[in-house]
């Protein structure tokens, strides 16, 4: 686990695949999910041609404590 203070932008990349076969999912389009302390908020970003995204969560000052992402 992390610390920083509150509001400081937290970095988030992953890699798209195809489910039927392992390969990149290139230039598709992904859907972050980040909850923290009741509150979803829904980031979109696009893959790159290796099926690599990244995109940076700027909380808000409410949204302080532990996180959970997905996509």
Do not use: W
């Not at 980031?43 to 690599?52: E, F, I, K, M, Q």
């Amino acid at each position: 686990m992390t610390v920083v203070p509150n509001g400081t932008a937290i970095p988030i990349h992953g890699h798209a695949y195809n489910t039927a076969d392992n390969s990149p999912a290139r230039f598709k389009l992904v859907t972050v999910h980040v909850r923290v302390l009741g509150t979803h908020r829904v980031l979109n970003v696009l893959a790159d041609g290796s099926g690599n995204f990244q995109t940076t969560f700027h909380p808000l000052p409410t949204e302080a404590g532990l996180y959970t992402i997905g996509a």
